[in-house]
């Protein structure tokens, strides 16, 4: 049997990177998936890649710092399967400064996505979960969120507030049969960063040398792929991890063992 056989995960923000290795993965073990993002040719192109493999998926444009967006999407997974078993809040942003150097719209923007829209869909899918006796939520926190982070402070301070909701959220819920846990991974090589640029200084023939240039102050060596982050989520997100609540399950290659 599958572990996530028929289930109803909703993944935020699963277009690229973690998010897509999570829909992928959940996808393959028999979840009935629905993933939201903001960019539709990549959205509909997943969808495309799973059901040719046989696996239902369904993508639904959001900006989860929008109200009426989650609203939306919680409202169509109701209507649709009239239940939601499993959320991965994965949406997110990673934003540089220090607390002189981050600007207001910075400090405003990561807030609004990293946090406010965790709590947000928390709130809306908690209901439909209670409905059909329980459920599983997955916060997508950060290795930054126990320990300090340099020239990343409004990054770090809006993981660390994924953390408070996970356990605050977890204990107010845990009667109920909702568990709520988050993942916090590490250094991850995903898309994005070959798309904005994340290297822009380093020529092509350089890009896997500066990539691991910036890999060797971690302990393995190596940063993780988003497939061995989705295998955590897998975990969290099923009956493997049945007596788990509120808990931070750090994945990151011993960084924060130092």
Same mark, same amino acid.
């Given at each position: 049997?599958?572990?996530?056989?028929?289930?109803?995960?909703?993944?935020?923000?699963?277009?690229?990177?973690?998010?897509?290795?999570? /829909?992928?993965?959940?996808?393959?073990?028999?979840?009935? /998936?629905?993933?939201?993002?903001?960019?539709?040719?990549?959205?509909?192109?997943?969808?495309?890649?799973?059901?040719?493999?046989?696996?239902?998926?369904?993508?639904?444009?959001?900006?989860?710092?929008?109200?009426?967006?989650?609203?939306?999407?919680?409202?169509?997974?109701?209507?649709?399967?009239?239940?939601?078993?499993?959320?991965?809040?994965?949406?997110?942003?990673?934003?540089?400064?220090?607390?002189?150097?981050?600007?207001?719209?910075?400090?405003?923007?990561?807030?609004?996505?990293?946090?406010?829209?965790?709590?947000?869909?928390?709130?809306?899918?908690?209901?439909?979960?209670?409905?059909?006796?329980?459920?599983?939520?997955?916060?997508?926190?950060?290795?930054?969120?126990?320990?300090?982070?340099?020239?990343?402070?409004?990054?770090?301070?809006?993981?660390?507030?994924?953390?408070?909701?996970?356990?605050?959220?977890?204990?107010?819920?845990?009667?109920?049969?909702?568990?709520?846990?988050?993942?916090?991974?590490?250094?991850?090589?995903?898309?994005?960063?070959?798309?904005?640029?994340?290297?822009?200084?380093?020529?092509?023939?350089?890009?896997?040398?500066?990539?691991?240039?910036?890999?060797?102050?971690?302990?393995?060596?190596?940063?993780?792929?988003?497939?061995?982050?989705?295998?955590?989520?897998?975990?969290?997100?099923?009956?493997?991890?049945?007596?788990?609540?509120?808990?931070?399950?750090?994945?990151?290659?011993?960084?924060?063992?130092?």
């Amino acid at each position: 049997m599958k572990k996530l056989q028929d289930k109803v995960a909703l993944i935020t923000g699963g277009t690229s990177g973690i998010g897509k290795a999570v /829909v992928q993965l959940f996808a393959s073990e028999g979840a009935k /998936v629905i993933f939201t993002g903001r960019r539709k040719s990549h959205g509909e192109k997943l969808v495309s890649e799973l059901q040719e493999k046989g696996f239902p998926a369904e993508f639904i444009i959001c900006d989860h710092t929008k109200k009426a967006d989650c609203e939306k999407v919680l409202e169509d997974i109701q209507n649709a399967h009239d239940r939601l078993d499993i959320l991965f809040n994965n949406a997110g942003i990673v934003t540089k400064g220090t607390a002189e150097t981050t600007t207001e719209q910075d400090w405003d923007q990561t807030m609004a996505i990293n946090v406010t829209a965790v709590w947000r869909m928390c709130r809306l899918a908690i209901p439909l979960m209670r409905a059909n006796g329980g459920g599983v939520i997955v916060n997508n926190g950060s290795d930054w969120a126990v320990v300090g982070a340099p020239n990343a402070l409004p990054y770090a301070v809006s993981k660390g507030a994924v953390a408070q909701l996970t356990r605050s959220i977890a204990l107010d819920h845990a009667a109920e049969n909702i568990r709520v846990n988050a993942i916090c991974p590490g250094d991850t090589f995903v898309e994005r960063w070959l798309e904005k640029g994340y290297f822009e200084h380093e020529s092509p023939v350089r890009l896997q040398d500066a990539i691991a240039e910036a890999a060797s102050s971690l302990p393995m060596k190596r940063f993780a792929a988003p497939e061995e982050i989705a295998r955590s989520v897998l975990f969290l997100a099923s009956d493997d991890s049945s007596f788990m609540t509120g808990q931070l399950l750090v994945v990151d290659g011993g960084n924060t063992a130092r």
